[in-house]
T-cell receptor
Framework: KAGVTQTPRYLIKTRGQQVTLSCSPISGHRSVSWYQQTPGQGLQFLFEYFSETQRNKGNFPGRFSGRQFSNSRSEMNVSTLELGDSALYLC????????????FGPGTRLTVT | GESVGLHLPTLSVQEGDNSIINCAYSNSASDYFIWYKQESGKGPQFIIDIRSNMDKRQGQRVTVLLNKTVKHLSLQIAATQPGDSAVYFCAEYGGTSYGKLTFGQGTILTVHP
């Protein structure tokens, strides 16, 4: 089975712009979770989607949003980018039904200048 | 407030030694735990998991121990190899917190040939 894929792998944006990141989960997995990883804060949970519904959300501002499509692929969007949004954004997929077992993609490295 | 960079614990071992990486978790209601390995430039890789109704689980060259009394996890790696060099994270999951893994700060393991 193919693993979790994320596109793009690297991205450079300017403050004030917005960005959309994409994630394709493992085939058959219906849950997709997103995380932000920074040297200062470590790995922090952004949100989780299951069957196109957001079931859980972390403590991030409303500039961070996401969605999931009927094929379980997911996107996350960050609007009005700030320098502090520079991070590795990781997507993880899980069979769902609340299972914690998550498999991560390689991440998208976002740099905001 | 101002964020402070994480200072990750480090563990240096010689090739062939056994390694033990420790983790204290925060939520006594967590019922599922995972160890991940993250190499530079990659997403976290699933190593082994354990449910709260167990106190030990073994995989290939790895063993996870769970002590719920003191909320402590450990990962034991037998016959450590240079390819084991990476950052290791423990993560905890509570059954009602859909899709949300809470990660520890991580431990840097360096294996010297």
């Amino acid at each position: 089975k193919a693993g979790v894929t994320q596109t793009p792998r690297y991205l450079i944006k300017t403050r004030g712009q917005q960005v959309t990141l994409s994630c394709s989960p493992i085939s058959g997995h219906r849950s997709v979770s997103w995380y932000q990883q920074t040297p200062g804060q470590g790995l922090q949970f952004l949100f989780e989607y299951f069957s196109e519904t957001q079931r859980n959300k972390g403590n991030f501002p409303g500039r961070f949003s996401g969605r999931q499509f009927s094929n379980s692929r997911s996107e996350m969007n960050v609007s009005t980018l700030e320098l502090g949004d520079s991070a590795l954004y990781l997507c993880a997929s899980s069979p769902g039904q609340g299972a914690g077992e998550q498999y991560f993609g390689p991440g998208t490295r976002l740099t905001v200048t | 407030g101002e964020s402070v960079g994480l200072h990750l614990p480090t563990l240096s071992v010689q090739e062939g030694d056994n390694s033990i990486i420790n983790c204290a978790y925060s939520n006594s209601a967590s019922d599922y735990f995972i160890w991940y390995k993250q190499e530079s430039g990659k997403g976290p890789q699933f190593i082994i998991d354990i449910r709260s109704n167990m106190d030990k689980r073994q995989g290939q060259r790895v063993t996870v121990l769970l002590n719920k009394t003191v909320k402590h996890l450990s990962l034991q790696i037998a016959a450590t190899q240079p390819g084991d060099s990476a950052v290791y994270f423990c993560a905890e999951y509570g059954g009602t917190s859909y899709g949300k893994l809470t990660f520890g700060q991580g431990t840097i393991l360096t294996v010297h040939p």
